[in-house]
């Protein structure tokens, strides 16, 4: 019997993503699924329905979800969603688990094999999976697209005969991937660029892409980073040095832009209203850290407000807000994934719950929360 794959259309009407491409679909249906796109689904992403039909996928309606074996998506599926799937379903989606337990456990309920794709550790085999690293690539850009929006001046030095327009000084917090593209992007467009981050291998990343890098580099500096390749929380006697250094420097800057996250927990506060007050009258601040708080005192999700003569710019979901880009690499994470868990042999479904990238991201399974980071602690734990 051949299996269903369904691709869903969002229901947020923020999110403008969609969890496949025209390549996808045509590689989907070339491993055997049957490929039914929900009406739309493409429509923000600049897909249109005819794209999905010319490689072999059928367009259906929402209802045609309750017979999927495979339910695709960007966004964890809502209460409503979740009630029309089918028992046993695979659904991938970002699942956002950190603080939803009551959704994980509605999963559960519902019978379904819902999979965390920003769970996916990172490793050499899973690298072409990892929605992260493709989502806040161009997130990074477009923090830098929106800062230039908001910034009314030129960003490159501009010699004139009627005299010289100085460069932008942009400032970017966390060297991470959005962090690291957010760099290159401010540099392609002339400014004069500096960064910053705890990781001490962030270092010779931003030299290299031409900015200066700005940290106290004590023992602890040194040692901050963990095994997954993420940023330690740092001591708060480190935090107060570090502080003190950044505030210094941003006073100077025309553009910050703050991107530092830690996963499951809220984003950590690194420009204070003193910090913004110090810097001149119509600079602007990016926060890509507002979903999880926020990294900027003042700032409001969805939001441009004026904290102490500066910009600040809230808009959750960057990557959302270039959907015919960050759509395509999203659309290959989980087609890549999904390919591994299809069986060889028989060319259906298998799950291998003893695979180490289905350990990694699987969240509910046979009716119960089965990952160990979010399974509800009974009475015998520690």
Known sequence: MTETVFIAREIDPGEGRVSASPETV?????LGFDVVIEAGAGFSSRIPDSEFEKVGGRIGSAADVGSADVVLKVRRPTSCEISTYKSGAIVLAVMDPYGNDDALAEMAKANVSAFAMELMPRITR?????VLSSQANLAGYQAVIEASHAFDRAMPMM???????????VFVMGAGVAGLQAIATARRLGAVVSATDVRPASKEQVASLGAKFIAVEDDEFRAAETNGGYAKEMSRDYQAKQAALVAEHIAKQDIVITT???P???APRLVTREMLSSMKPGSVVVDLAVERGGNVEGVVSG?????EGVKVVGLPNLAGRIAASTSLLYAKNLYTFLETLVSKETKSLALNLEDELVKATLLTHGGAVVH????PKTAGDA
């Open 159 to 169: 010699m004139t005969a009627a005299g010289t327009v100085p460069a932008a000084k």
């Open 372 to 375: 160990p980071g979010f399974a």
């Open 303 to 307: 939001e441009t407000v004026d904290v």
């Open 126 to 130: 899973a690298q072409s999976m990892d």
């Open 260 to 262: 530092a996250l830690i």
């Open 26 to 30: 045509k590689r989907l249906t070339g």
């Open 264 to 266: 499951g927990r809220p």
